[in-house]
C-alpha cells in the first residue's frame, strides 16, 4: 500500500509544479514574435533565449505532466530553474529567487523519482 501512495505523491508532484510552470511559460510564447526584451544570460540571444525558456516552462512540462519521459523532460525545467535562480536572478534577494530555486528543487525530485506509475512511461 506505500507504494501506492509514493506513486500518487510522484502524481501529485509532476501536475502540481507542472501545471503550474505552464502558467509561467504559456503567457511567454505571445513573446516569440519580439523577444527583444527578453534576458539573455547565456549570451546567445533574446529569441535563443525565450525558445530554451519556452521547451523548460512549457513543452517538457506538460511531458512532465502526463508522464511521458519524465527523467528526459525534467532536466530542461531544471536547467531553465537553475539558470533563472542562479543567473537572472542572482542579485537579487532570496525572496526574489526563491520560486525558480523551489521549482529547481521540484523538478530535480521528479528526476531522481521517476513518473511514477501513473504515468504514459509506466503503461
Do not use: Q
Not at 501506492?4 to 503567457?27: E, K, S, Y
Not at 535563443?48 to 521547451?55: C, Y
Not at 532536466?75 to 542572482?90: C, D, E, K, L, W
Amino acid at each position: 500500500m506505500n507504494k501506492n501512495f509514493n506513486d500518487l505523491a510522484l502524481l501529485i508532484l509532476r501536475v502540481g509544479f507542472g501545471g503550474l510552470m505552464l502558467t509561467h511559460g504559456i503567457p511567454k510564447v505571445s513573446m516569440l514574435t519580439d523577444a527583444s526584451g527578453f534576458p539573455d544570460p547565456l549570451g546567445i540571444g533574446g529569441t535563443g533565449s525565450l525558445i530554451l525558456a519556452l521547451i523548460g516552462e512549457v513543452l517538457a512540462p506538460i511531458l512532465i505532466i502526463i508522464g511521458l519521459k519524465t527523467k528526459w523532460a525534467a532536466i530542461p525545467s531544471i536547467i531553465t530553474m537553475a539558470v533563472a535562480a542562479f543567473m537572472v536572478h542572482a542579485a537579487d534577494p532570496l525572496a526574489k529567487k526563491e520560486m525558480a530555486l523551489l521549482y529547481l528543487i521540484a523538478f530535480i525530485v521528479i528526476f531522481l523519482a521517476g513518473p511514477g506509475k501513473f504515468s504514459v512511461d509506466r503503461k
